[in-house]
C-alpha cells in the first residue's frame, strides 16, 4: 500500500544538527513533489520544504531558510531533511508528505517523527 | 507571506451543519485544500482544489472558495468529525500556507 515512513528524530542540543528520512513505498516516488511539514506540541501545521519530483527545485520557510536542507535519493526510495543549528522552536513532530500531480494537495502524510531540541 | 486565518474554534451539535472558514486576501483566485486531524493521528486530505473529495471521504464533507474566504461545510455532524481541521492554499511550489486550525467540538 501506498506509505510513508519517517524515522531519524530524537533529542538533540541547541546548535547540533539532526537528518530525517522518511521512506517512501507503494508509489512511483520520482515522481512526485514531496514535503516535510512540523507540528510543534499543542500548535497547528506549519509547512517547512518542498522538492520537486527531480530534486530540481527546492524552497523552504523562512523561519528555516539557510538552516534546513531538504534532498531525495531515488534509488533507495527515500526523502531527507537535513537539519543544521538547531533551536529550541525547531522541537516539533516532523511530517513527510506527497504532493498531487495535479492539485497539489498532500494526499499521503507519514505517521511523523519527533524532534526535541534540549540541552 | 500570504496570511490565512480560521477561528479558533466551532461548536455543534449531533446532526447539525459545521462550517469552517478560512480567510485570505484574494483567496478564490487560489487553490485550498482542508485536512482533518484527529488527536494524536497525521493530518487527512479531505477536500482538495476547493471542492474536490479524495475517494473515501464522506459526501457530508464539501467545500467552496470565493472572494476573501474559503469554507468547508460538514453536513449531518457526527461524533467522529470532532477534530482538528486545517485549510492550505497552494498558489505554487514554492508558496504553501497552511492556515490556523479550528477545533470542531461536537456538542
Known amino acids: 500500500q501506498v506509505q510513508l515512513v519517517e524515522s531519524g528524530g530524537g533529542v538533540v542540543q541547541p546548535g547540533r544538527s539532526l537528518r530525517l528520512s522518511c521512506a517512501a513505498s507503494g508509489f512511483t516516488f520520482s515522481s512526485y513533489s514531496m514535503h516535510w511539514v512540523r507540528q510543534a506540541p499543542g500548535k497547528g501545521l506549519e509547512w517547512v520544504a518542498v522538492?520537486?519530483?527531480?530534486?530540481?527545485?527546492?524552497y523552504f520557510a523562512d523561519s528555516v531558510k539557510g538552516r534546513f536542507t531538504i534532498s531525495r535519493d531515488h534509488s533507495k526510495n527515500t526523502l531527507y531533511l537535513q537539519m543544521n543549528s538547531l533551536r529550541a522552536e525547531d522541537a516539533a513532530l516532523y511530517y513527510c508528505a506527497r504532493e498531487q500531480h495535479v492539485h497539489h494537495a498532500f494526499d499521503i502524510w507519514g505517521q511523523g517523527t519527533m524532534v526535541t531540541v534540549s540541552s | 507571506s500570504y496570511v490565512v486565518t480560521q477561528p479558533p474554534s466551532v461548536s455543534v451539535a449531533p446532526g447539525k451543519t459545521a462550517r469552517i472558514t478560512c480567510g485570505g486576501n484574494n483567496i478564490g483566485s487560489k487553490s485550498v485544500h482542508w485536512y482533518q486531524q484527529k488527536p494524536g493521528q497525521a493530518p487527512v486530505l479531505v477536500i482538495f482544489y476547493d471542492s474536490d473529495r479524495p475517494s473515501g471521504i464522506p459526501e457530508r464533507f464539501s467545500g467552496s472558495n470565493s472572494g476573501n474566504t474559503a469554507t468547508l461545510t460538514i453536513s449531518r455532524v457526527e461524533a467522529g468529525d470532532e477534530a482538528d481541521y486545517y485549510c492550505q492554499v497552494w498558489d505554487s511550489l514554492s508558496d504553501h500556507v497552511f492556515g490556523t486550525g479550528t477545533k470542531v467540538t461536537v456538542l
Open positions: 522538492i520537486s519530483y527531480d530534486g530540481s527545485d527546492k
